[in-house]
């Protein structure tokens, strides 16, 4: 029990220090809305804190620029899907504010960003290593329809049920070693998966409660955010842990 314990200590500290950059949005977020700052909006606030925090994480070297270009590239992709969630009605950023686009501040990106630069820290704390890890030929039109479904599901059938079957039949045999103060374990792939999706679905409700954005059934009052966006958060958690495994897997072969 005593090295149970030693060890979900390491475990959550390594956990901890991956999610700083989720955890200053988080923060930033409850505090702006507590507090209203001078000069600027509360949106322009958020965008600027963000900023400041990504350049930190690369001048104190707690990410590389290899990753800086991983967590852009997920900053464009999820600032390419709140604009179209935004504009389907599907929630809102009602506050005003100066760096928006579309009606959607740019300081969401920076939550979708957030997932990644956890993917990549965690992925060198705990040195991940993929076991079985399925062909490209596979992950990518896989990780490309999971997103296109995100899109397409407000003009003809949703085909997310249809996309999971697939995730666990691709992956069924995949597995995912992990390092904890030198003692090597394994999950599966999947249940990484619904265990981060999970987690992400909590810090949905923290971020609606501190008014990141609103769902239609929040304008008058915060509510739980229905647990069926677990899926959707699942099905993105997929797309992201996809494309950096990709990207550290063909990195390795250089």
């Given at each position: 029990?005593?090295?149970?314990t030693?060890?979900?200590?390491?475990?959550?500290?390594?956990?901890?220090?991956?999610?700083?950059?989720?955890v200053?949005?988080?923060?930033?977020?409850?505090?702006?809305?507590?507090?209203?700052?001078?000069?600027?909006?509360?949106?322009?606030?958020?965008?600027?804190?963000?900023?400041?925090m990504?350049?930190?994480?690369?001048?104190?070297?707690?990410?590389?620029?290899?990753?800086?270009k991983?967590?852009?590239?997920?900053?464009?992709?999820?600032?390419?899907?709140?604009?179209?969630?935004?504009?389907?009605?599907?929630?809102?950023?009602?506050?005003?504010?100066?760096?928006?686009?579309?009606?959607?501040?740019?300081?969401?990106?920076?939550?979708?960003?957030?997932?990644?630069?956890?993917?990549?820290?965690?992925?060198?704390?705990?040195?991940i290593?993929?076991v079985?890890?399925?062909?490209?030929?596979?992950?990518?039109?896989?990780?490309?329809?999971?997103?296109?479904?995100?899109?397409?599901?407000?003009?003809w059938?949703?085909?997310?049920?249809?996309?999971?079957?697939?995730?666990?039949?691709?992956?069924?045999?995949?597995?995912?070693?992990?390092?904890?103060n030198?003692?090597?374990?394994?999950?599966?792939?999947?249940?990484?998966?619904?265990?981060?999706?999970?987690?992400?679905?909590?810090?949905?409700?923290?971020a609606t409660?501190?008014?990141?954005?609103?769902?239609?059934?929040?304008?008058?009052?915060?509510?739980?955010?229905?647990?069926?966006?677990?899926?959707?958060?699942?099905?993105?958690?997929?797309v992201?842990f996809?494309?950096?495994?990709?990207?550290?897997l063909?990195?390795?072969?250089?």
């Amino acid at each position: 029990m005593v090295r149970a314990t030693k060890q979900l200590v390491h475990f959550g500290w390594a956990q901890a220090l991956s999610c700083l950059f989720p955890v200053v949005i988080f923060a930033s977020l409850a505090i702006t809305q507590m507090i209203d700052l001078p000069l600027m909006a509360r949106y322009d606030w958020l965008f600027i804190i963000c900023l400041l925090m990504q350049g930190l994480m690369i001048w104190f070297g707690l990410e590389t620029k290899d990753e800086l270009k991983v967590i852009t590239l997920f900053h464009l992709i999820g600032l390419i899907l709140e604009i179209f969630k935004v504009q389907m009605g599907s929630w809102s950023y009602p506050e005003e504010g100066l760096f928006k686009l579309f009606g959607v501040p740019l300081f969401s990106g920076f939550m979708y960003a957030s997932v990644a630069s956890y993917l990549c820290q965690a992925w060198r704390r705990l040195k991940i290593v993929l076991v079985q890890w399925p062909p490209f030929i596979a992950v990518v039109p896989l990780a490309v329809g999971i997103y296109l479904n995100f899109f397409t599901h407000h003009f003809w059938m949703d085909v997310r049920w249809i996309i999971s079957v697939l995730v666990i039949v691709v992956f069924w045999r995949s597995w995912v070693t992990y390092e904890v103060n030198g003692t090597q374990y394994r999950m599966p792939i999947a249940l990484s998966f619904v265990l981060i999706g999970f987690f992400i679905w909590v810090a949905e409700n923290i971020a609606t409660f501190f008014g990141a954005w609103e769902y239609p059934n929040q304008v008058d009052a915060w509510s739980l955010v229905h647990l069926g966006k677990v899926s959707s958060w699942l099905l993105l958690v997929i797309v992201s842990f996809l494309i950096v495994a990709t990207l550290k897997l063909v990195k390795g072969k250089h």
